[in-house]
């Protein structure tokens, strides 16, 4: 800049937090492999600024939005989200001058409502007994009715799966090279699974790509009928080799283990996907298993799960996890 | 038999019962015999075409039969068969 002195240019220091989005380690579970001839190694998402791997989707939603003209500073951005999509949308928006509107059920842990609101995101809360079916639902009509608004809407967005076959896959690509048996992550939006599974497919069309699914408890599973069901539009399940059910229970169990276990401090999705990845470990004769933690613990910690029983948690069923 | 866990969306269907044992050895057998014994169930679970509905989530002993054999997916005595209907998840951990 004109009359500052010319000062020494860091060599890796990112322009502002957007920037060091993606690029996280990789730590090989030693204790909860079940095997010494399978490896299995954990993607640490949290390592992104907001703590979740959605800064990854989010800032390639945002982007290409960007890019395409969609949307300019000033334009309102409305998703809905069960928390990190919104909370790293809260980041960026903020960033870059984007006031942000997230329909999120309202039987989420406090800490993402807390969060939203710091980065001032406005929240239009949807019938928890819906589940994240009733935030969808809500936040599409909404977008529907007011011209206001943009939706990145995470589950349509190709820009979400391309996120991780242009950024995570090619990242566990560096560390592992071929040699990759299976990939587990968490079916969500089904973009984690997608994209990572189209490029490690490229990669070798031998690893088995794992979506570890919540069974959502009956009080979150409030259809009026099957037609009320949602199939996001992004996923594409002939890419997928299994799709294994996990518990509420399980998962917190599972998130347990890995702090207890491991050290790593992880959500409870995370917990649920260690658990698939030891049993498909459990049935390899030998490989590597990767499996994606999708978020940090600290927005689950007003849940006392780390220091009570899963039998004496409250409201495990009646929580939306992830 | 095997038992098949019946969410509370289909409910209604089948007076009230949150789990039913039904016989067969695959997961189509055991949808029919299930439809059999509670007519009103058929059409939520099947499409015209006979094929399993789209928003309706079928698993043995916890794995879905759409990436296994669909309704060819065979299912042993004393296997849970759990029907699911298709939910939005979330954020990969709320998110």
């Known amino acids: 800049m004109e009359g500052r002195p010319a000062l020494t240019q860091p060599r890796k220091c990112c322009p502002d937090m957007i920037g060091i989005i993606g690029s996280t380690p990789m730590v090989e579970l030693k204790h909860l492999s079940p095997k010494e001839s399978v490896r299995v190694f954990a993607k640490l998402e949290f390592y992104n600024p907001t703590g979740s791997v959605k800064d990854r989707i989010a800032k390639a939603m945002i982007e290409q939005a960007e890019a395409d003209g969609a949307i300019e500073p000033g334009q309102t951005i409305l998703e809905p989200t069960s928390g990190n999509t919104g909370i790293s949308l809260g980041m960026i928006c903020r960033l870059k001058g984007y006031p942000l509107e997230v329909v999120m059920p309202e039987n989420v842990t406090e800490e993402r409502t807390k969060l939203l609101h710091m980065y001032g995101a406005e929240i239009t809360y949807s019938e928890g007994s819906k589940g994240s079916n009733g935030a969808v639902e809500l936040a599409l009509e909404m977008a529907g009715k007011d011209p206001k608004y943009y939706m990145p809407y995470q589950y349509g967005n190709q820009a979400n799966p391309d996120a991780h076959y242009n950024g995570t896959a090619p990242e566990i690509i560096d560390e592992l090279g071929t040699d990759i048996a299976a990939f587990v992550a968490g079916l969500g939006t089904g973009g984690t699974l997608m994209g990572n599974g189209r490029r490690l497919k490229e990669n070798n069309p031998g690893t088995q790509i794992v979506a570890a699914e919540p069974l959502q408890g009956e009080d979150v599973q409030g259809l009026r009928s099957l037609e009320d069901g949602f199939i996001p539009p992004i996923i594409d399940i002939s890419l997928l080799d299994r799709k294994i059910l996990v518990s509420n229970r399980d998962g917190i169990v599972w998130t347990q283990k890995l702090f207890f276990e491991e050290g790593i401090f992880a959500g409870v999705s995370s917990g649920a996907i260690a658990s698939v990845a030891a049993r498909i470990a459990g049935e390899l004769d030998e490989g590597n298993v990767v499996f994606l933690v999708a978020d940090d613990g600290w927005k689950y910690l007003s849940t006392d799960l780390w220091i009570k029983s899963v039998d004496e948690l409250e409201n495990v069923d009646s929580t939306v996890w992830w | ?95």
Do not use: C, W
């Not at chain 2, 695959?26 to 399993?52: I, M, N, R």
């Not at chain 2, 916890?62 to 298709?86: H, K, M, N, S």
């Open chain 2, 1 to 95: 038999m095997a038992k098949v866990k019946i969410p509370p969306v289909l409910r209604p269907s089948v007076s009230g019962m949150s789990e039913v044992e039904v016989e067969g050895s695959s997961v189509g057998d055991v949808l029919h015999a299930l439809a059999e014994q509670h007519p009103e169930t058929k059409e939520q679970l099947f499409s015209a075409e006979g094929d399993l509905n789209k928003y309706v989530n079928v698993y043995v002993n916890d794995e879905d039969v759409r990436v296994q054999d669909g309704l060819e997916t065979g299912v042993a005595a004393g296997d849970t068969v759990v029907i699911l209907p298709a939910m939005a998840g979330g954020s990969s951990s709320p998110a």
